[in-house]
């Protein structure tokens, strides 16, 4: 090696920033080991999924505020340098990634503003699903609906820019009140027993749905120690309405958010198999047309003139 060579290498070596970029390098190595050894660490003993999540959350969060603290302090002589020329790049960075700061902000606003969590059933500009994943720039999304009928999966995942919170309204099935209320109609034959079939109703209703109500009314009671709502009816209901075809019976309920489709299964297996019981003193109502008889159609057919004759 050359005298000028090795001079180089030597001052290289010496140069204080490329010292300081040495030790910025060896302690994210370090931040990330332990990063990842404590969510290894934390998935052996947290059990609860949900608990499991955030947990592992936490310690990237914390992985990195301890990344930035060192690099801070690493360079802490040298930041004053450069402050001026950071403060002018500030304004074109701030032009040029205004939708990914707006993302972080909402990314904190999410976090910290109980718009939803991990979990939770929302609906974010028209599209609804499961949040399964909350970053610091996008949530990520199980999609339900679209051509899948009812609240099911349809194998979809989205991803939507956390700034979107800012934008429209956000729409969560399960937050604070994790219950819906549901109807179903159910059309009976005028000439039935109507008082037998709002029995028979409500008796489906409270033996289908009853759990749900009992566990919706120890919400509710925490809903209104939190928010300005007044107590509401939560016991299942039975409305009746009668129209120019049928009379109609409204079945008012409510249902845990992820289970509405499978508890209308379970209503109206039950009442048709209640009203085939009935012996039709309840009987069902179905839309029917009567075609009435066409008036006589007289055809008169005129014979052609021949074209020598015309």
């Keep these: 090696m050359t005298v000028g060579m090795e001079q180089f290498v030597k001052s290289w070596l010496l140069d204080p920033t490329v010292g300081k970029l040495v030790a910025t390098t060896v302690a994210i190595l370090i931040v990330v080991a332990l990063v990842r050894v404590s969510r290894g660490i934390l998935t052996h003993y947290v059990q609860e999924p949900g608990n499991l999540y955030r947990a592992k959350k936490m310690v990237s969060v914390l992985g990195y505020f301890v990344g ?10 040298s930041l004053g340098k450069m402050a001026v020329v950071l403060g002018v790049a500030g304004a074109g960075i701030a032009f040029a990634l205004q939708e990914v700061i707006a993302s972080l902000a909402g990314w904190v606003a999410i976090s910290f503003g109980n718009f939803y969590k991990t979990g939770d059933r929302v609906q974010l500009g028209g599209i609804k699903g499961d949040v ?59 000439g039935c027993d109507y008082r037998l079939a ?18 919706a009314k120890v919400s509710w009671t925490e809903l209104i120690q939190q928010y300005r709502v007044d107590q509401t009816e939560i016991d299942p209901r039975v409305f009746l309405v009668a129209n120019d075809n049928w009379m109609e019976f409204t079945l008012r309920y409510i249902v ?19 009203v085939d019981q009935t012996n039709g003193r309840v009987a069902l109502a179905s839309a029917t047309f009567h075609l009435v008889e066409t008036p006589e159609i007289k055809v008169k057919l005129v014979e052609p003139i021949p074209a020598g004759k015309a």
Excluded: C, H
């Design 68 to 77: 930035l603290l060192i690099i801070a302090m690493i360079f802490s002589d």
């Design 198 to 215: 709002r029995q028979i109703f409500q008796r489906i209703l409270v033996e289908t749905t009853g759990e749900y109500s009992g566990q």
């Design 256 to 274: 845990d958010y992820k289970k509405r489709r499978i508890t209308k299964d379970r209503l109206f297996t039950r009442i048709l198999e209640e």
């Design 132 to 190: 399964i994943d909350i970053g610091m720039l996008r949530t990520t999304m199980m999609e339900i609906g679209q051509w899948v009928n009812s609240d099911l999966y349809n194998g979809r995942i989205v991803k939507i820019a956390n700034s979107f919170v800012f934008k429209e309204p956000v729409f969560n099935y399960s937050g604070d009140f994790p219950f819906l209320w549901d109807e179903i109609t159910v059309p009976v034959k005028y």
